[in-house]
């Protein structure tokens, strides 16, 4: 199976295999925006017999600031916030999308 058999596709986010030291389980970890995400191996079985996986996400600690000086999503996303407040809150006239 290829992407090319789903249409056009893109990398929504990328994961990483890690194994547990505990239960010696193989899952997977990554990062989608401002979410962790953790995919887990179920310990059911599909009908067919096949794996069953859960995707898993939380709200993500907030990352401190790059070691290349660059602030972090976080940081944009509130540097941003101002932004808003001073968005005027009527459309311009003959705006032709008036939201």
Known sequence: MSSA???PSFPLCRLF???SKRT???YWVGRLGMAKVVLLKSRET???GGEIWHLMV???EEKP???DGKPSQVERAKANEP????RPSR???NDPLPF
Do not use: N, S, Y
């Not at 932004?83 to 001073?86: D, K, M, R, Y």
């Open 65 to 67: 600031r790059q070691h």
């Open 58 to 60: 939380q709200q993500a």
């Open 24 to 26: 010696e389980q193989d």
């Open 83 to 86: 932004l808003a407040a001073a």
């Open 5 to 7: 058999d789903f249409g």
């Open 17 to 19: 295999r890690k194994t």
């Open 46 to 48: 599909a009908d067919d």
């Open 91 to 93: 459309p311009a006239p």
